[in-house]
């Protein structure tokens, strides 16, 4: 009995964790229990089973690794981006985007379903938080949809589906905790999500077009009462116009002279104030140049956006990483809260509060699965799932699929934090030895778990509707008529169409990687006068390292040897070996690569 426990330990272990998360056990000391309980075990049975590499000293590892935790930079990107989100939830940005865009799209059909998709697209730019996006669409939508006759189950699947977009646009939290787990550049992760992010957000438009032109009735223009503003689309589309016009001009003629991303960063800048701050004018001194609808909607909009340009647009340009880009983002997040007088002292606490909790809460399931890891990995629980997963028909496909339906069973009864911090460590080795790329292996997994929180019944997007949608029949003032409370069934219905266009997303990254890894062939922006520096810097005016017959890794071979010169090294062909005595050892003094016995080959 001991020999069948201790060959099969690895199995034991990783069924009753998950049996003890699934029957609602806290996560973190459920992890950090089975892995003291299963280390005791291990050490017992270590001598029965070589697969077994587990001794008492090993657990003193335990202290190091809490350690490693604490140095990780990446992380401090969490508390940043809930801080940011945090502050613009309670300073009413979501309402005011809604009331906007809802406004600007009233005069078509489906207009509120239309800027419900925008607005969570927004939002999960900003604040990256599924809970806070679904609850505010919730409180402030779904009654205004409601009241002008939109259909139950389309009002409620395309609030709760907007709000998990905040699991996959960046700053999602979602991306930066795969990031972080797969040991990939959060930036770089940021960029592979960017396309699917997009192409999910017109799926989502494309389906409400359709439902405009099968149901009408299911998705009503709003009446000219609704609209308070106007429609004011000339003086809008003049406005655009000239923040078009600001940005290419800045970019090709006032700040030619300076680098890429400054020379970007700089006309966007010029681009959004000058608009911004002629609106501003143009309300306070009642000059009447901008439509009420053009200048609510410069107002409004174009902070939000300054913001997501803030933090994305510096991560994705390289002039900042996502964790200084998270701390850009707060500090925005705080002036535009001063700036519209909506920051107070109470606000301000709840949110480092709410900030605090995260970020713990985050900080103990990871100390938790750290310590699972070590036993886990001790009793070759790695080895088990390799060869588990390597197992699988179908190969590379086999193995995206098998882990996209175990990912989004458990994304039903597990958070997100959970399954990164146990599942994604384990599978990761195994996408590797297959050659998938683990970006475009970490989207996949975010587009995973975006779906299972819209899944019946257990999806949590819908658990957030559920709590701020009416369960009773209510008195509308604006209409004097009793509207019909939104059942279960209907939020549950009303997901399924969307719960489709997030398979179909999954099957289009299988097939197009190229969505994702296209952020390995965006090409590397250089100044000339920093190219011809790095040379001035080599010395001896070209690429070669004068009488070594060194060239640098990457640089290209700009003509034959000269005589009495080794022979530069050939990149993509095998070494050719050098004249006798003029062989360099390879470094270390290890052989060259392949046995060659000439210049390193540096593909």
Same mark, same amino acid.
């Given at each position: 009995?001991?020999?069948?426990?201790?060959?099969?330990?690895?199995?034991?272990?990783?069924?009753?964790?998950?049996?003890?998360?699934?029957?609602? !056990?806290?996560? *973190?000391?459920?992890?950090?229990?089975?892995?003291?309980?299963?280390?005791?075990?291990?050490?017992?049975?270590?001598?029965?089973?070589?697969?077994? &590499?587990?001794?008492?000293?090993?657990?003193?590892?335990?202290?190091? &690794?809490?350690?490693?935790?604490?140095?990780?930079?990446?992380?401090?990107?969490?508390?940043?981006?809930?801080?940011?989100?945090?502050?613009?939830?309670?300073?009413?940005?979501?309402?005011?985007?809604?009331?906007?865009?809802?406004?600007?799209?009233?005069?078509?059909?489906?207009?509120?379903?239309?800027?419900?998709?925008?607005?969570?697209?927004?939002?999960?730019?900003?604040?990256?938080?599924? *809970?806070?996006?679904?609850?505010?669409?919730?409180?402030?939508?779904?009654?205004?949809? $409601?009241?002008?006759?939109?259909?139950?189950?389309?009002?409620?699947?395309?609030?709760?589906?907007?709000?998990?977009?905040?699991?996959?646009?960046?700053?999602?939290?979602?991306?930066?905790?795969?990031?972080?787990?797969?040991?990939?550049?959060?930036?770089?992760?940021?960029?592979?999500? +960017?396309?699917? *992010?997009?192409?999910?957000?017109?799926?989502?438009?494309? !389906?409400?077009?359709?439902?405009?032109?099968?149901?009408?009735?299911?998705?009503?223009?709003?009446?000219?009462?609704?609209?308070?503003?106007?429609?004011?689309?000339?003086?809008?589309?003049?406005?655009?116009?000239?923040?078009?016009?600001?940005?290419?001009?800045?970019?090709?003629?006032?700040?030619?002279?300076? &680098?890429?991303?400054?020379?970007?960063?700089?006309? %966007?800048?010029?681009?959004?104030?000058?608009?911004?701050?002629?609106?501003?004018?143009? &309300?306070?001194?009642?000059?009447?140049?901008?439509?009420? $609808?053009?200048?609510?909607?410069?107002?409004?909009?174009?902070?939000?956006?300054?913001?997501?340009?803030?933090?994305?647009?510096?991560?994705?340009?390289?002039?900042?990483?996502?964790?200084?880009?998270?701390?850009?983002?707060?500090?925005? %997040?705080?002036?535009?809260?001063?700036?519209?007088?909506?920051?107070?002292?109470?606000?301000?606490?709840?949110?480092?509060?709410?900030?605090?909790?995260?970020?713990?809460?985050?900080?103990?399931?990871?100390?938790?699965?750290?310590?699972?890891?070590?036993?886990?990995?001790?009793?070759?629980?790695?080895?088990?799932?390799?060869?588990?997963?390597?197992?699988?028909?179908?190969?590379?496909?086999?193995?995206?699929?098998?882990?996209?339906?175990?990912? +989004?069973?458990?994304?039903?009864?597990?958070?997100?934090?959970?399954?990164?911090?146990?599942?994604?460590?384990?599978?990761?080795?195994?996408?590797?030895?297959?050659?998938?790329?683990?970006?475009?292996?970490?989207?996949?997994?975010?587009?995973?778990?975006?779906?299972?929180?819209?899944?019946?019944?257990?999806?949590?997007?819908?658990? !957030?509707?559920?709590?701020?949608?009416?369960?009773?029949?209510?008195?509308?003032?604006?209409?004097?008529?009793?509207?019909?409370?939104?059942?279960?069934?209907?939020?549950?219905?009303?997901?399924?169409? +969307?719960?489709?266009?997030?398979?179909?997303?999954?099957?289009?990254?299988?097939? +197009?990687?190229?969505?994702?890894?296209? !952020?390995?062939?965006?090409?590397?922006?250089?100044?000339?006068?920093?190219?011809?520096?790095?040379?001035?810097?080599?010395?001896?005016?070209?690429?070669?390292?004068?009488?070594?017959?060194?060239?640098?890794?990457?640089?290209?071979?700009?003509?034959?040897?000269?005589?009495?010169?080794?022979?530069?090294?050939?990149?993509?062909?095998?070494?050719?070996?050098?004249?006798?005595?003029?062989?360099?050892?390879?470094?270390?003094?290890?052989?060259?690569?392949?046995?060659?016995?000439?210049?390193?080959?540096?593909?």
């Amino acid at each position: 009995m001991l020999d069948l426990i201790a060959h099969n330990l690895a199995p034991i272990m990783f069924i009753t964790v998950m049996a003890m998360l699934l029957l609602g !056990y806290p996560v *973190a000391f459920t992890l950090a229990a089975g892995g003291m309980y299963f280390f005791v075990a291990g050490v017992e049975l270590s001598h029965i089973s070589p697969e077994i &590499r587990l001794f008492w000293p090993l657990a003193q590892a335990n202290m190091n &690794r809490v350690f490693d935790i604490m140095r990780n930079d990446t992380l401090l990107a969490i508390p940043f981006f809930t801080f940011m989100g945090l502050i613009l939830e309670r300073s009413r940005m979501a309402e005011d985007l809604l009331d906007t865009i809802g406004q600007l799209f009233g005069t078509l059909r489906g207009g509120l379903a239309f800027a419900v998709v925008l607005v969570g697209a927004l939002l999960a730019a900003t604040t990256g938080v599924v *809970a806070a996006s679904v609850i505010a669409m919730g409180l402030i939508s779904l009654p205004i949809m $409601m009241r002008y006759n939109y259909h139950p189950g389309l009002a409620a699947g395309t609030i709760a589906a907007s709000g998990t977009l905040a699991q996959i646009i960046p700053p999602s939290l979602v991306l930066i905790v795969m990031a972080d787990q797969l040991g990939r550049s959060v930036g770089d992760m940021y960029v592979g999500a +960017f396309f699917p *992010a997009m192409i999910i957000v017109v799926m989502y438009c494309a !389906y409400i077009f359709a439902i405009t032109l099968i149901k009408p009735q299911w998705v009503p223009a709003l009446p000219p009462e609704a609209r308070p503003l106007g429609n004011g689309g000339r003086s809008l589309f003049v406005i655009l116009a000239i923040a078009g016009a600001l940005f290419l001009s800045g970019y090709y003629f006032v700040f030619e002279g300076l &680098r890429y991303e400054t020379r970007v960063v700089w006309s %966007a800048l010029a681009a959004t104030i000058i608009p911004y701050g002629f609106a501003l004018i143009n &309300r306070a001194m009642t000059l009447g140049y901008l439509s009420k $609808m053009a200048e609510q909607v410069v107002i409004v909009l174009i902070p939000p956006l300054a913001l997501i340009f803030l933090v994305l647009g510096t991560i994705f340009l390289g002039i900042a990483t996502p964790t200084e880009g998270g701390a850009m983002g707060a500090t925005g %997040a705080l002036i535009m809260s001063l700036m519209k007088r909506r920051l107070d002292r109470r606000t301000l606490l709840q949110a480092l509060e709410s900030t605090a909790k995260l970020a713990t809460f985050v900080m103990f399931i990871l100390i938790g699965a750290r310590v699972f890891a070590l036993t886990f990995y001790g009793i070759s629980g790695d080895r088990w799932v390799e060869e588990l997963m390597l197992a699988l028909p179908g190969g590379k496909i086999g193995f995206l699929i098998t882990v996209s339906v175990i990912i +989004f069973i458990l994304g039903c009864f597990l958070d997100f934090f959970e399954i990164a911090f146990i599942m994604v460590p384990l599978l990761a080795p195994v996408a590797e030895k297959l050659g998938i790329d683990l970006i475009w292996f970490g989207v996949l997994l975010g587009f995973n778990l975006q779906a299972s929180f819209l899944t019946p019944p257990f999806g949590f997007a819908l658990f !957030y509707l559920r709590s701020v949608a009416p369960i009773k029949a209510w008195h509308d003032k604006t209409t004097d008529r009793m509207i019909e409370p939104i059942t279960t069934k209907a939020i549950y219905t009303g997901t399924l169409p +969307f719960i489709i266009i997030q398979i179909v997303m999954l099957g289009i990254l299988i097939a +197009f990687p190229g969505l994702v890894t296209h !952020y390995k062939t965006d090409p590397v922006m250089m100044d000339q006068n920093d190219i011809n520096q790095e040379i001035n810097n080599i010395g001896g005016g070209g690429f070669g390292l004068p009488g070594s017959g060194l060239s640098l890794p990457g640089a290209p071979n700009l003509g034959e040897p000269r005589d009495g010169m080794p022979a530069m090294p050939s990149f993509g062909e095998p070494a050719e070996p050098a004249a006798p005595g003029g062989a360099l050892p390879a470094p270390g003094g290890l052989p060259a690569p392949g046995g060659a016995t000439g210049l390193p080959n540096f593909n």
